[in-house]
DNA sequence: CACCATCCATATCTATACGATATGGCAGTG
DNA sequence: CACTGCCATATCGTATAGATATGGATGGTG
């Protein structure tokens, strides 16, 4: 059997007659008649009763043309279905976020457009690592991810820049280096550091920041003192508040204002900058992640 | 698009390539990846990601392939179940029956047997006089009858003769007739009845019948007098226990045991007897109908 | 009542396209 | 680096969908 079938089956059945339907298919009558002598001899019935002024369904032909046509019908919207979620506008996408990054306005603010633009695309937004992001990437398990730093570069995932902001220092209130500061705005320099006990995220999950964080303090002359290491930056600050350390962060995590903590202007921010990146599968991005990734891009050049 | 696009592609992707799925469907692999690209090229979007190893689904493949299983499904079901209705094992049966041909015991326990037979055929009984089971069998809104006289012959509409049994004369309790017959069943000739009131079944409904009693009437040489036309035989049994005249019914009709009357055993039965018919489509019975026609052939004669 | 119109079935033929065969290309593997 | 496995392209043969021609049945109509 095939849906040829079944649509001149429908016809004749509409119809009333071969003739006409046969008209209407654009077709002649006596292919037509065959086409439906093969159905009829397929199924195993008569789907119609022939009378000299044209065809009436038999009452199996009856239920048959109502299960065709939702059948067919059927088969138009499971198409129509699949055609919206390779164009990207239906359709699930997985979103990796670093914690930091997710702190970012940028990153907050493309979901939210995202969103927009496809509202029947199902974001799923998933906090993990770097090294998660990278590794699930490559697995396939999500299809762009924000982070700050890439690394562990491997074929087939690839990066772009979104945008730079500068570090900034997180101390404790009441730290020596806040003194005589006053109601503007305390800064800091790198080497002012020298001795203070440092917390930062762990080197595993996000090696790009660690090695910075690093090479930057031995530019200005020092190797950090690595107090504690926490798996998120949020984590980080607590501790600072807790009077455990001093941390670095970029500038977009002031928004979380715990208490207990002051953020400081890094002098010579150039040194030590937080890039926000969007990584993505290099070659078989599809589906509406591509038109994700095509947001991302929009936003940062256009 | 055929349903062979739609098979081909759910080859395709159960066995992830296709080589192995061109296997499977007892064809070479040339004409299956061509088969996929056309359907690919219709449906407007790709169905599967090439790789060098095998093939994967796109998203929207993965979509339509749940889809298009579910739809090949679906119509193999609907050609089942419409094949169960062309053999007459699912469907529904409009059957007619005249109130007294009801009180038959052979047509009750003959419905009851067809519903054994054919548990899942939907029975619908419609009481109806002769001459409305005619028409609308000739109508096609019902397929089968039970009625007493057929009567108003027109092509196309067959009978079959299933039994005859003796009509009775129904009396009202004190009859001057019924005196002197005692315990035993009362017995009387027509001849005794040629000045009784007569309740008869009006003629446009049932003619048959009314034309056999006013003929057996004629033989035993008087003309009765009409003194009541009911719509029903039951009717007219009720009018001989309000004492408004006497009637003849079908022996059968005894189980109707109305307080007030008694039934009297016609001597000389054989000028009066009451056949029971089935009625039914001379040329276009289908379906369930056939089974239940040749349900009650087999009953009558095996 | 015979003629005609209408519509379905059968028979034969043609052309499309489905599928087979042959071959090339690409990527991962021993 | 040759080899294997798998998909794509190209060409060819054949099955079959569809066209044409015709016959047959039935109901309406002059």
Chains 1, 2 share one sequence.
Do not use: W
């Amino acid at each position: 059997m095939e849906l040829r079938h079944l649509r001149y089956f429908l016809a004749v059945a509409e119809e009333g007659q071969f003739t006409r339907a046969a008209e209407r298919l654009a077709m002649q009558q006596p292919p037509l008649s065959q086409q439906i002598r093969t159905l009829e001899e397929e199924i195993g019935f008569e789907l119609f009763v022939r009378m000299p002024r044209g065809v009436t369904l038999t009452p199996a032909g009856q239920a048959f043309a109502e299960d065709a046509q939702r059948l067919l019908q059927e088969l138009q919207q499971s198409v129509d279905r699949a055609n919206r979620i390779a164009r990207g506008e239906l359709g699930t996408i997985s979103i990796g976020l670093t914690s930091s990054a997710a702190f970012h306005p940028f990153t907050t603010e493309t979901i939210r457009a995202f969103r927009a633009v496809c509202p029947e695309v199902a974001v799923e937004l998933a906090e993990l690592n770097a090294a998660e992001i990278i590794e699930r990437l490559a697995a396939g398990q999500i299809q762009a991810a924000f982070l700050r730093k890439p690394v562990d570069v491997r074929e087939g995932v690839a990066f772009a820049l979104l945008l730079d902001e500068p570090m900034v220092v997180v101390l404790p209130v009441g730290h020596p280096l806040l003194k005589g500061a006053g109601k503007k705005r305390p800064q800091v320099s790198l080497k002012a550091l020298a001795h203070e006990d440092f917390i930062l995220v762990r080197r595993p999950g996000a090696p790009g920041m660690y090695a910075d964080i690093l090479a930057a303090c031995r530019q200005a002359g020092f190797v950090p003192r690595i107090a504690r290491e926490v798996p998120r930056m949020v984590s980080g600050i607590n501790l600072v508040a807790a009077g455990l350390g001093v941390t670095l962060v970029p500038a977009s995590m002031q928004r979380y204002d715990q208490v207990g903590t002051v953020y400081c202007t890094l002098t010579n921010p150039a040194k030590l900058s937080a890039p926000l990146h969007l990584a993505y599968p290099a070659g078989l991005r599809n589906s509406a992640a591509t038109r994700f990734i095509e947001l991302v891009k929009e936003r940062v050049h256009g």
